[in-house]
């Protein structure tokens, strides 16, 4: 009995709550006055105004936030209004995701952060198609992509040349270098026990990147011949050929890799 007249008293204070949050300048609330929702919908969801009456759209990531009132917005969920330091008085910010990190999202797209996956998954729903949730922080996974092959090397007997090739994935490729054999035979993968041959492996210069050179000095006849690169992954593998030349006189070579030597 005493729970049921404790209701009694808590169930119409609920509904003042409205009224009670309303701060100076709210209007007592009629929700026949609301402007309609966009019939777009809302990018970053809607939440009610600050008088807690109408139901408005959130702020978007990137869209101002605060400000006095009435007039002021708040970000949708999962944002949060920044506020810069000489901005304090105007009292607005712009709202920024709460998680700074990549996430893979189920569709196997990535997105910048959880906020850009939120606002892609509401437009995907807008259109028929089912919500977005995360499947994964950071990138998706993918197959390795060579984005820079190794070119064509020309120079005579005795000098120091190389090959370079960049791959990206993710995770992270690893990389490795063949000597294309003719005929029959195998390709051998480098070094092999070669000492005037070096193969050399670096992360970067973007994420999920890695480059790779095979370094040779001094190139003798046994080395000119063609080379591949390969990157491989848990998603896959890709390759490309370059070639290292051996011409009789300086003269005759021609630098055809469009490598830059600041890149070594
Ligand atoms: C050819 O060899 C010379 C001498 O080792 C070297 O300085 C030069 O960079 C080489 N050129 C190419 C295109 O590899």
Redesign the pocket.
């Known amino acids: 009995m005493k729970s049921r007249s404790l209701s009694l008293v808590l169930v119409p204070l609920l509904f003042l709550l409205p009224v009670l949050r309303a701060g100076p300048g709210c209007a007592p609330c009629d929700p026949a006055q609301c402007a309609p929702l966009p019939a777009e919908g809302c990018p970053a969801g809607s939440l009610r105004d600050i008088c807690g009456c109408c139901a408005v759209c959130a702020a978007a990531e990137g869209e101002l936030c605060g400000g006095r009132r009435a007039a002021a917005r708040r970000c949708g969920s999962g944002l949060e209004c920044v506020r810069s330091d000489d901005d304090k008085k105007s009292k607005t910010g712009v709202c920024a995701c709460k998680s700074t990190y990549e996430v893979c999202g189920t569709d196997g797209t990535t997105y910048r952060n959880g906020c850009a996956l939120k606002t892609a998954s509401m437009a995907a729903q807008k259109e028929g198609g089912e919500a977005i949730s995360i499947q994964n922080k950071g990138r998706c996974a993918s197959a390795p992509i060579i984005v820079t092959p190794p070119g064509q090397?020309?120079?005579?007997s005795?000098?120091?040349?190389?090959l370079s090739c960049e791959a990206v994935g993710v995770p992270t490729p690893v990389l490795t270098w063949r000597k294309v054999l003719g005929g029959k035979r195998k390709a051998e993968l480098l070094p092999g026990d070669r000492d005037n041959l070096a193969i050399q492996t670096r992360g970067g210069p973007e994420k999920h990147q890695v480059t790779g050179w095979v370094l040779i000095?001094p190139?003798t006849e046994e080395e000119a011949g063609s080379y591949e690169c390969h990157a491989a992954n848990s998603k896959g593998e890709a390759s490309a050929t370059g070639a290292i030349h051996l011409v009789d006189s300086i003269d005759d070579?021609i630098?055809k890799?469009g490598m830059k030597?600041d890149e070594l």
């Open positions: 090397v020309y120079n005579v005795g000098s120091q040349v190389y000095s190139l070579i630098v890799t030597e």
